[in-house]
């Protein structure tokens, strides 16, 4: 398998172009961002790592004589040192290997965490009992080492399989670019990659077909989805010198479009970088079970050497020294912290996966707790993302308000504006039968006639009435962000027809939410001020930012993080990308694009501003158990330690390595069912 790490992305334009189409693009495992196929073979690798030292610990406990003392009986093999040496040489070095090389990267990282706290245990159990093996005296601890090998592993495997793992973020935002273009070399039209357009390029964009690089129309005209790249809503209309992106998906007429920028100059392409960089700088936020892990392992370590130092000092023997040193270090590190985390991570992820939460990304996830200010992304989040009709008005006597719509659809039903899409819509919904029609014209830049059962039927805009000195009716216009049409029968003004794009009926129950946990709601759109002020006051945000554009609300995530919020964006488009990737908790709505999924930390698969609201209570539940299990793991080797480590001797006790094993699994089991209660925590 390829894979790149983000240091070595070339950025020359062939490259970014294309950008490697199936590689498999990877960054810091701890993120979570790792191609899909990886993380399911390590998934995988863990599991059998954990399947087979599991079997080859029985007979490492069943053999070991301090097991063999602890339950009173005696069955040793001839060679039975040898024969635990092997066995646990194997668990060691094979089951051990995940954690060996992730010391090596922690070191190299310079920063210490779970893997090196386990590899620090399990080395110094195993030369140590190696030793004894061949000539020291003291006893062994292969018992103790694989089976902490045996339950890292079990954590380990228990967490990835939780974690949904798979950045296909960068390749995702590729692929909205068509791996070829229609170049026009005079009259004919020739199929050339992508890489190999140039500047200046005329190039045919054919009805329904993704804009391959960006420019601008030398002829026709047509309606272009840019909602994924810009996030507004309104497919827009696009003429002869208008631009057009790259990425855009091109509604039902032909264009031909002169290439402005390539590969790397484009638009989408600075999307992509923005993602990239804002990705890599994520990735070094570290977890809570590393950071408890990186202090115990500097504890075990100092209380480690304190030991034999004090133990040599005494006049006791090396030998005996070593032991006590030995039984510290592997004490210190707690099953029940390999298990603690892990467990609430699994538990947590399948409980909000049931609630339509996907967690990606568990750093974030612990972390929401903190959300101090919350971006909304307008459309398709707070709003339904497409237009519905509000009010349908008869201001003539002789038709209803549903003849007036039934009449209107007759016209608009050929028609892909958005408009005309709504209106189409709303008949259908109605089942009201839409009539034949004859005649039809354009009324160019004020609206369409045409006859029906008739009638002469016009559907305009109000600037048709303006110019036919027709009064416009004082209530047409309420203070929502609606956009009108009137219909007009034989020349007479028979109703009108709104339309907006909805809010969604949850919206405002989640803001009053978050308004009740003290986190500031902000929006963050592509539309129009109006629009966005409408939204805004009916919605009772704290404040909303118009027509941005993607690059801004990236500055608006940094703007808010500068003046210390610890801030969650939610969006749903690639327009939203880069500042998901941006904000401390990147939120994406489960009806978006699967670009906006991908960069995120966590996925909201039903695009309920309210699942947002039950995720921080529920992180903050999942936040208070962890922090409940690190202190009954850490509380048995803060009692253990010391006791091991021989602080009563001058009384007589010295906590030998069985006891000591007893104590930890008791705090396993205790661990393992307190995680279990968080089920309860969460509301269905």
Known sequence: MEQHSHEHMN????????????????????????????????????????????????????????????????????????????????????????????????????????????????SVAYFYSSATVFGLDGEDFFWELSTLIVIMLLGHWLEMKSVLGASKALQLLVSMLPSEAHRLNGETIEEVKLEDLLKGDLILIKPGEKVPADGIISEGSSYLNESMLTGESKPAKKEINDKVIGGSINGNSTLKVKVEHTGQDSYLNKVI???????????????????????????????????????????????????????VMVIACPHALGLAIPLVVAISTAVSAQNGLLIRNRTAFEESRKISALLFDKTGTLTKGDFGVTRIESVNEKYSSEEVLRLASSLEQSSEHPIAVGIVKKVKENNITIPKLENFNSITGKGVEANVEGKKIKVVSPGFLRDEKITIPKDAYSDAAETVVFVLIDGKLAGYIALADEIRPESAAAIKVFKKNNIRVLM????????????SDKLGLDGYFAEVLPHQKVEIVEKLQSESEFVAMTGDGVNDAPALAQANVGIAVGSGTDVAAETADIILVNSNPQDIANLILFGKATYRKMIQNLIWATAYNVIAIPLAAGVLYSSGFVLGPAIGAVFMSLSTVIVALNAQLLKKQIKH
Not at 524 to 535: P, Q, S, Y
């Open 273 to 327: 970088k923005m993602v990239d960089e804002a990705q890599r700088t994520k990735s070094k936020m570290q977890n809570l079970s590393d950071r408890a892990a990186k202090w115990l392992t500097y504890v075990a370590l100092a209380i480690g050497f304190g030991t034999l130092t004090v133990w040599l000092i005494l006049g006791f023997p090396f030998v005996y020294a070593l032991e006590r040193m030995v039984t």
């Open 524 to 535: 963050a759109t592509g539309d129009n001020e109006k629009t966005a002020k409408a939204v």
């Open 11 to 122: 950025h020359n334009k062939e490259d970014h172009a294309r950008m490697n189409h199936g590689s498999d693009h990877n960054s810091n495992p701890s993120h979570g961002h790792m191609g899909h196929d990886h993380h399911k073979m390590m998934v995988e690798d863990f599991k059998k790592r954990f399947w087979v030292s599991t079997a080859i610990t029985i007979p490492i406990l069943f053999f070991s004589p301090m097991i063999q003392g602890f339950f009173g009986y005696d069955i040793l093999l001839p060679g039975n040192p040898y024969i635990l040496f092997a066995l646990s040489s194997f668990v060691y070095f094979w089951g051990g290997w995940p954690f060996l090389k992730g010391f090596y990267k922690e070191i190299k990282s310079k920063g210490p965490g779970m893997m090196t706290l386990i590899s620090m245990a399990i």
